[in-house]
């Protein structure tokens, strides 16, 4: 199946990879740049395209750096190193306008601010670390073996080091666990979440030894087993929460709740979904997959009333909590998975909703649903998937609502990631 050839990279695509044609088909490269001639090998060929890897770079794209860790390429983590960070950023503007177009049936999509992250390393807060036979670090791109790695420079300054404290911990416990998550707050402090097996021996650390290995400031660490869909929680030791400020807002995040991972651009985030409440007297704003209620607070500060609907338990009770020490009575919120929450948006037949689902996006129900709200006037739709939002925006279209302008606001530097902040309204 094996075979080289020659190819010019024409532009990149969502997931990360090089488009180049070969005889019109399409031919798709991981770590490549617009504008690179490279010589290919054929990995797999499928209906319409094949997949390749490059054997060696003919002619560099004048768009290339040295990448600045030693492990991209091989290690799963990053995609675009070898991109100027600024360059990074208006591909991922192109691919969003693509998805727009083609995806989302807008002819001229208005995207009408680009916002690049402050920094772009050590901006994430926290790492699901995997382990397998000794080895700590992240998966290799499209395959579940682990890549060992000492540093990443992706994350904070206090925990971008931890891996050989991680390596030394491994000998401390008697069963290989299968991931470290770890969470470093705004004011460095540390939870640290150990993920084993269905089956695996008891242990217990003091967590003032434990700190002690990790060098870092661990306020409490969690022993959990591999469930179904997320680790079950066994036994914690110490604090299960830290906290983070930002601006005006304070915000619990529990070890088992979601919190936005660059803490550069969180403010930024907050500042444009909650603009447009502060720029229209909204009466009453919703809030689905509202998490610890990161939008629904600083929302809520705006508008008469406010809920939030969050399938997590534990992001539900940090959320519940929050409106408490944010000094906000007019804000409630609600565990339900979304689909089940609809009749609890019906019932408070908001005129602003804010929706921030997981990559796989809404469905037509929700959408359907959704769109028959009689007081409903904006939607802000804050996704990390270009694809699934495009569908999603061409979905709520057939239900009379149109997307008027969109943001992109990178929160994910080093990756293909994109994260966009879309504001749609009702047109009939
Ligand atoms: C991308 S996060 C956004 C959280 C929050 N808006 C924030 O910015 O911190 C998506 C959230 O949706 C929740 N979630 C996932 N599936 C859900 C569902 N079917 N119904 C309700 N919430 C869900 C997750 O627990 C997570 O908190």
Redesign the pocket.
């Given at each position: 199946m094996e075979k080289s050839f020659k190819l010019k990279i024409e532009k990149l695509v969502y997931g990360g990879r090089g488009l180049g044609r070969i005889n019109g088909r399409a031919v798709f490269v991981p770590f490549t740049a617009p504008e690179d001639v490279v010589l290919v090998e054929e990995r797999s060929r499928k209906s319409g395209y094949s997949e390749a890897e490059v054997v060696k770079i003919l002619k560099r794209s004048p768009y290339r750096v040295k990448p600045k860790c030693p492990y991209f390429g091989k290690c799963g983590g990053c995609d675009w190193q070898h991109i100027p960070y600024e360059k990074q950023v208006e591909f991922k503007r192109d691919i969003l306008e693509e998805n727009l177009q083609k995806i989302g049936k807008i002819k001229k999509p208005n995207i009408d601010e680009v916002i690049p992250s402050p920094s772009s390393w050590n901006y994430r807060n926290r790492a699901q670390i995997k382990v397998k036979k000794g080895k700590v670090g992240f998966f290799e791109k499209n395959s579940h073996q682990v890549v060992d790695i000492d540093s990443c420079p992706l994350l904070k300054e206090d925990i971008s080091g931890i891996f050989p404290r991680l390596k030394k911990l491994l000998r401390e416990i008697p069963t290989e666990p299968l991931e470290f998550h770890v969470y470093s707050s705004g004011k460095d402090e540390v939870l640290l979440k150990i993920i084993f097996p269905k089956r695996f021996k008891r242990f217990e650390i003091p967590l003032s030894k434990l700190k002690g290995i990790l060098g870092v400031n661990l306020v409490g660490y969690g022993i959990y087993r591999q469930g179904d869909v997320f680790p079950e929680r066994i036994r914690f030791f110490g604090r299960d929460f830290t906290y983070e400020t930002v601006g005006r807002f304070k915000f619990r995040i529990s070890a088992d709740s979601?919190?936005?991972v660059n803490r550069f651009q969180v403010k930024n985030l907050i500042d444009k979904v909650s603009q447009v409440a502060k720029e229209y007297q909204y009466m009453l704003a919703g809030d689905?997959?509202?998490?610890?209620g990161?939008?629904t607070i600083p929302v809520g500060s705006y508008v008469h009333r406010a809920f939030g609907?969050?399938?997590?338990f534990s992001?539900v009770s940090d959320a519940l909590y929050n409106k408490d020490i944010n000094g906000l009575r007019n804000v409630t919120f609600f565990c339900?998975?979304?689909?089940e929450g609809l009749e609890i948006v019906k019932e408070y037949n908001p005129d602003l909703l804010i929706i921030?689902?997981?990559r796989s996006g809404l469905n037509e129900r929700i959408i359907r649903e959704i769109s028959k709200l009689t007081r409903l006037k904006k939607i802000v739709y804050?996704s990390?998937n270009p694809s699934t939002l495009a569908r999603d925006i061409a979905t709520f279209y057939r239900h009379g609502i149109s997307m008027e302008r969109a943001k992109l606001i990178d929160m994910f530097p080093q990756t293909y990631h994109v994260e966009t902040i879309a504001y749609l309204r009702k047109v009939r």
């Open positions: 979601f919190f936005q689905l997959y509202c998490g610890v990161t939008f609907i969050e399938s997590n992001a339900r998975e979304t689909e921030d689902p997981p804050v990390c």
